[in-house]
């Protein structure tokens, strides 16, 4: 498995050059190429499901071995998927860059920037 950003998508001859190098001139389906969204938002996702996993499952429990610990992982995820709720954003662009800029302006004042 290779995974890429998705700016690698201008390059894909250099990808699959690269592929065939690596399978020694065999099929490129030996490796599935995985590309990621060019915006860091979809790894704010993934860390938000993980932070949400923790303290809704693996926090609350005891678990004497790494197979318990599996067993309930997996069974939040069942209970997770019976009713899905997708992910939306409750800021605006607006709102995020202006606590961005605060917080950038403060970090100046404390580096002695201003």
């Known amino acids: 498995m290779k995974t890429c950003s998705s700016s690698c998508l201008s390059s894909l001859h250099l990808l699959r050059s690269w592929s065939l190098r690596q399978s020694r001139g065999g099929s490129i389906s030996r490796f599935k190429l995985h590309f990621t969204p060019t ?9 938000r499901f993980f ?3 923790t303290s809704k499952r693996i926090r609350r429990g005891s678990y004497t071995s790494v197979g318990d610990l599996e067993a ?4 939040y995820l069942g209970q997770h998927n019976t009713k899905p709720k997708p992910f939306t954003w409750t800021k605006t662009a607006e709102d995020i860059l202006a ?4 917080a950038m302006d403060k970090l100046d004042e404390i580096r002695g920037n201003r």
């Open 39 to 47: 915006s860091p938002s979809w790894l704010n996702l993934v860390q």
């Open 99 to 102: 606590r961005e800029r605060r």
């Open 72 to 75: 309930a992982i997996y069974d």
């Open 51 to 53: 932070a949400e996993i």
